[in-house]
């Protein structure tokens, strides 16, 4: 990708600020009124357009014609990702909202994920502290990073799944042709399975394929 100026990082800033903040891509004036609050003072809509025009031809965004029709490009640099964060997950009983919308980014290397397109998720709770990804323990308040284009899980797979908008990372296992089972991997014996049905409402977001620490 090609370097920022001053000026247009502080732009792709408020716009990746917004998104944080707000769960959808702002719109011209809420670009300029960012903008405005981090103390660069554009003068027009005009400005603004410009800002954008170079932004896309430099590889940070993508645009349409919809209002709010900007999309954040992930590869920072050729060798690097910006991994979304979306929401957190309870290690433990499925007690956390696995909430939609990008939290913010993690830079990390081609080298570990590859050009899969995953996301990242942080793991709060010690039902998975035993649990080995990578050669790392799941521990307390670490990223895991997800692929959501894995389909065939198989038995010891570390996934995320939601159970009623609840995320949670677990053990997979199949028990047999009509029921699955979520396992914890942890020293504190008060964590229990979860058994599932196929009629059950509950969603697998993607197998666990690596951990980073936090």
Do not use: W
């Not at 939601?162 to 396992?183: M, P, Q, S, W």
């Amino acid at each position: 990708m090609k370097i920022l100026t001053k000026k247009q990082e502080q732009v792709l800033i408020a716009i990746r600020s917004f998104f944080s903040a707000h769960g959808n891509m702002p719109t011209i004036r809420e670009i300029k009124q960012e903008c405005f609050d981090r103390g660069l003072r554009l003068k027009s809509t005009r400005s603004i357009f410009n800002y954008l025009k170079n932004l896309e031809q430099k590889g940070y965004i993508k645009r349409s014609k919809k209002r709010r029709g900007i999309e954040l490009q992930d590869v920072t640099q050729d060798n690097f990702l910006n991994i979304p964060i979306i929401g957190s997950a309870n290690a433990g009983s499925p007690a956390m909202f696995a909430k939609q919308y990008v939290e913010g980014y993690l830079k990390v290397s081609k080298k570990i994920v590859g050009d899969k397109k995953v996301f990242a998720i942080q793991v709060f709770g010690d039902s998975m502290d035993l649990s080995v990804v990578n050669n790392k323990k799941v521990n307390d308040g670490d990223f895991v990073i997800v692929d959501p284009e894995h389909t065939d899980y198989r038995n010891g797979d570390k996934i995320l799944v939601t159970l009623d908008g609840l995320a949670t990372v677990k053990t997979f296992r199949k028990v047999d042709n009509e029921h699955i089972g979520l396992f914890p991997e942890s020293n504190n014996k008060r964590h229990k399975p979860i058994y599932l049905t196929r009629e059950d409402q509950f969603i697998i977001n993607g197998k666990v394929m690596d951990v980073l620490k936090y």
